[in-house]
């Protein structure tokens, strides 16, 4: 288990490590790896010095980016902490006091055309 004084870095490799231990799949390790390297680099403290002040100053410098590119960093970033807090590694979640990327809705995707003759339709009943 990673040690709560170590650096941020350092405890993202042990929570990367624990998800493919989990056999999570190897893309979302990838990106996990990505993104939480990316705050990293932000933050070269201890997991125990991230505070919801430091985690608003992280993603201020992603306003830039696409809403959903913002939202798969805090997705990144609140499932580090969660599996932190659930290994005892820091007392509270700060994640839980930051407010998170709303996307809108996606429109419905069309059935593609191999997939709609493949649909049946009862006849009227009259």
């Known amino acids: 288990m990673a040690d709560p004084s170590a650096p941020v870095g350092v405890v993202v490799e042990a929570f990367l490590a624990d998800l493919a231990r989990q056999y999570r799949p190897a893309s979302t390790v990838r990106a996990y790896r990505s993104d939480l390297s990316d705050f990293a680099r932000f933050h070269a403290g201890s997991l125990a010095e991230v505070t919801a002040s430091v985690l608003r100053s992280y993603l201020a410098t992603l306003t830039g980016r696409a809403p959903a590119t913002r939202a798969r960093r805090e997705a ?51």
Do not use: H, N
């Open 76 to 126: 990144a970033l609140a499932s580090l902490l969660a599996w932190a807090y659930r290994a005892e590694l820091i007392d509270a979640d700060p994640m839980s006091r930051i407010d998170r990327t709303r996307l809108p809705p996606s429109a419905p995707r069309p059935v593609p055309t191999a997939g709609s003759a493949k649909i049946r339709t009862k006849p009227a009943v009259s």
